[in-house]
């Protein structure tokens, strides 16, 4: 199988599986997802970014997943006009809303970010809150598939806060 072959039955493949919602294991996700990047070029491995942005190529690498699960997902393109602090993605697929703070290591979110993910983190309901990183990929990849697995929605931001004293 050729290279873009490859590439085209993997899209397939995860449509396919998707909207007939088989259950596809996370393995196979990442490992076609991974492929699929290494293949286009924009990545050499998954959280490894090449290009001058980081921070924005790991938004898109989430926002990839993101689709294949079938979420709506919104961003901020320019925030220089809108208050500081809101995360970076919110994703809605029925009946979940998952919002994200997206960071590259050696980043730390800011206080106006820490402060709207300790508001957010508060809301009851099938919200989950979330500060990634590239190298969480995979627990990404779990959560966009199954919300549900959270359980009682303590999400990571609860876990994570306390790295930043807040």
């Keep these: 199988m050729s290279k873009k072959e490859e590439t085209e039955w993997t899209k397939e493949t ?5 909207a007939k919602n088989d259950h596809v294991s996370v393995d196979a996700t990442v490992n076609a997802y991974v492929r699929e990047n290494e ?15 980081p921070e924005a190529d790991f938004r898109e690498e989430v926002r990839k997943l993101a689709r294949l699960f079938h979420y709506a997902c919104y961003f901020t393109h320019r925030s220089e006009h809108s208050p500081p602090g809101w995360p970076d993605l ?25 402060v709207c993910l300790n508001g957010l983190s508060g809301v009851v309901g099938n919200v989950g809150v979330f500060l990634w990183y590239p190298e ?3 627990e990404i990849t779990r959560i966009l598939q199954a919300p549900g697995i959270l359980g009682g929605w303590s999400t990571d931001w609860g876990n994570r806060r306390r790295e930043f004293g807040k």
């Design 14 to 18: 995860l449509s396919a599986m998707l």
């Design 90 to 114: 919110a994703l809605v697929r029925a009946p979940y809303l998952l919002i994200a703070e997206l960071k590259i290591r050696p980043n730390k979110p800011t206080a106006p970010q820490i």
């Design 39 to 53: 293949l286009s070029g924009k990545t050499g491995q998954l959280g490894k970014q090449r290009r001058a942005h």
């Design 136 to 138: 969480d990929i995979e």
